[in-house]
């Protein structure tokens, strides 16, 4: 059975990936306040949503059966050794359920709120078609070999290519509009915390084990951090350098600009003549 050979490094490792969930838990709030505010979610993409709901759905059932079943956990250390640890973590299920649940709670908002013109595109849905009939595809396939890891690491593939996938129609979209107004950056800004804690903690992991099979024994969460951090940059990038927010504009009111609107025109004109 794997075992941690130092304490602080387990506790480092439990540390930076609680952060993560918490990171990314919290990056939902910020896009689904900004909806509930404005009562409306023009400029969020809804391509983005609906990929997003086909992405965490497999992120779920990959981390999901890998940390619960003991036939999966079994048929990885097989694979990998008996004396590697399980990739995914309690953080990493909490993670998924959460994200399921908010992406959904997302698509709700679209229902209720304003949407202008926008509408999911014909290429979103085939998209996700297509990933869902693969993977009952090989679901079934799965069920006659029992090769259950090689299932779940199709799903986890899924997420991988999703994650890509997912947020390219919000930059798009973005970069068309030459604006982010309808898109809360605070998603970016938590994403990127995620990310890098995420990262992290299984570089903690490979220290401790003294090898890197952590990152290629579960490459999809090591490429879903990297995504995710890569994305979350070209947001901020949009956000702050590209396309920054246009604040309304006040006069700065002063003593000499108030004084000449409390004149009368009987003094203004003695004010001329002088």
């Not at 409306?40 to 759905?57: C, I, M, P, R």
């Amino acid at each position: 059975m794997a075992s941690w050979n130092s304490v602080p490094l387990e506790i480092c490792y439990q540390t930076l990936g609680w952060i993560a969930f918490f990171s990314w838990s919290f990056s939902f709030y910020p896009q689904i306040v900004l909806n509930y505010r404005r009562k409306s979610v023009v400029g969020l993409n809804f391509d983005y949503l609906v990929l997003n709901v086909t992405k965490h759905s497999s992120y779920l059932i990959y981390n999901a059966v890998l940390f619960f079943s003991s036939v999966v956990r079994r048929q990885y250390k097989e694979k990998y050794g008996f004396d590697e640890m399980i990739p995914v973590a309690a953080n990493d299920v909490a993670l998924s359920t959460h994200a399921v649940l908010m992406t959904l709670f997302a698509l709700y908002q679209v229902t209720i709120y304003e949407r202008g013109s926008q509408k999911v595109s014909k290429i979103c849905i085939s998209i996700s078609a297509v990933v869902w009939i693969t993977a009952i595809v090989s679901v079934i396939l799965a069920s006659q070999s029992q090769s259950w890891l090689w299932l779940i690491s199709v799903f986890n593939s899924i997420q991988v290519v999703m994650t890509v996938i997912k947020y390219t129609p919000q930059a798009w979209m973005n970069f068309r509009r030459k604006s982010t107004v309808g898109f809360s950056i605070g998603n970016a800004l938590f994403d990127l915390l995620g990310g890098v804690m995420n990262f992290s903690q299984m570089g903690v992991q490979s220290i401790d084990q003294g090898n890197f099979v952590n990152f290629y024994g579960n490459i999809g969460k090591t490429l879903l951090s990297l995504e995710v951090i890569f994305y979350a940059l070209i947001f901020i990038v949009q956000r702050y350098i590209l396309y920054p927010l246009k604040r309304e504009k006040f006069p700065v009111i002063s003593k000499e600009t108030v004084t000449p609107l409390l004149k009368s025109p009987d003094t203004e004109e003695e004010s001329s003549n002088v």
